[in-house]
């Protein structure tokens, strides 16, 4: 099968390329040709055998660019040009959408409906972009989770000057939400994969994807079976015996201040942190706070594995955490919030618990009670390590997404 994977960046980024680089490997494994459109950038590592892709675009240059910002974002025919290139040169099976709005617009899903409507389009959503103008739920200016915008009241976005806090560029995005639900553009796609429950439940007030959403939660690679001596000793020797962990994003829409201020109260257990953010400082002067920075590998997993218990007190609607899943199958129970699609991943009392997301007070009693509680903490790790296998491996994701590409039992992949 030929495969054509689209995203706005073709170089390591975020969550989106991670998942885009990990798919493609795999299925080239299984023996499918893989080729790739975005924009063209210095540190691009997969591409086309066209050597087709559209300009980079920085929305926070000058000059020419910042002038033809608005005009890039709505609708591009410079996005289509380039496609079409690519289209008629690979003439793939199936053209899998990843992040596509804005740099790439989906003024590409028009093209490759036009070019061959037996072409199967497959959208694996990162975010809720399709229903919310700034992606996320939320206003980023007072942090109030917000559904305004689902069933298409888009000038709240506007209104709200939900992107950048900018009323130009949040009344762009209100714009490009309007045109592509008047155009009915979505209506194209076949299948759109959610990878969460709640998810699908948001993307399903938009009337174009009602009926065409599917769940499966994000995949897991196979752990590398780290082993001390792999591990450098600044790492271990930073390391108390026992220690709460926090790893990720240091910003505010994860829950950083309500965890900061729940570390306070319990000035006697130890709190590491691995990651890198916006409440970095805050997290340096926390007196029973160690701070590893940013980690990944085999050091990250040494730390995961070794803490009593991982928190994950994010306030804005996450669909599917990699780092909840990944706790977990390092044998670490989880404390979250009960936002978004996070309880779908736990089992409440048994491989963690779940608080009321900006709830200091309930996150530090439930981290208290966990912590000083060494049998409860042993009897859930041994829940996560057996109930790891509900989560999907990158051979069973595959394998499921190959039955959505051919069109087979697509309801129950």
């Avoid at 199967?120 to 919310?132: E, K, L, S």
Wanted: overall charge neutral.
């Amino acid at each position: 099968m030929r495969i054509l994977i689209v995203n706005k960046f073709l170089y390591p980024n975020g969550g989106s390329e991670t998942y885009i680089f990990s798919l493609g490997k795999q299925l080239e494994r299984m023996g499918h040709e893989v080729q790739y459109f975005g924009m063209e950038h210095e540190g691009r590592i997969v591409g086309n055998r066209a050597g087709s892709y559209t300009e980079d675009m920085n929305f926070h240059g000058s000059g020419i660019q910042k002038l033809l910002y608005p005009f890039q974002i709505l609708y591009s025919r410079d996005a289509r040009r380039k496609i079409r290139v690519v289209l008629e040169d690979f003439r793939p099976d199936v053209v899998h959408l990843n992040n596509i709005n804005f740099q790439i617009t989906p003024s590409v899903i028009d093209e490759i409906h036009s070019f061959d409507p037996k072409i199967r389009i497959v959208y694996t959503a990162h975010d809720y972009q399709w229903v919310c103008p700034n992606h996320t739920l939320r206003i980023p200016e007072t942090g109030e989770l917000c559904q305004k915008c689902i069933d298409g009241a888009c000038q709240n976005c506007r209104q709200n000057r939900c992107i950048h806090n900018s009323r130009l560029r949040s009344t762009l995005g209100t714009m490009e939400a309007q045109l592509y639900r008047r155009r009915h553009t979505y209506r194209q796609v076949d299948t759109i994969i959610c990878p969460s429950n709640f998810m699908k439940g948001m993307l399903e007030h938009h009337p174009d994807l009602a009926g065409r959403c599917i769940v499966m939660h994000n995949f897991l690679e196979t752990p590398s079976g780290s082993k001390i001596s792999s591990v450098s000793d600044r790492i271990r020797k930073k390391l108390p015996e026992r220690y709460v962990l926090y790893f990720g994003r240091f910003d505010e829409e994860k829950g950083m201040k309500t965890l900061l201020a729940c570390a306070g109260k319990l000035s006697g257990i130890p709190f590491v942190f691995a990651g890198k953010g916006q409440e970095e400082a805050a997290v340096n002067t926390l007196p029973n706070g160690i701070n590893l920075g940013f980690l990944r590998g085999d050091e990250l997993t040494y730390v995961i594995s070794h803490a009593e218990v991982s928190v994950y007190p994010s306030e804005w609607y996450e669909n599917c955490p990699f780092s909840v899943m990944e706790s977990q199958m390092y044998g670490t129970p989880v404390i979250a919030s009960d936002i978004g699609g996070i309880p779908e991943l736990i089992e409440d009392g048994r491989t963690g618990f779940l608080f009321k997301a900006g709830d200091a007070e309930e996150l530090a009693q439930t981290i208290d009670k966990v912590f000083h509680d060494e049998a409860m903490c042993c009897r859930m790790s041994g829940e996560c390590l057996q109930q790891a296998g509900r989560f999907l491996s990158l051979e069973d994701y595959t394998a499921r997404l190959m039955r959505i590409y051919q069109g087979v039992d697509e309801k129950h992949a």
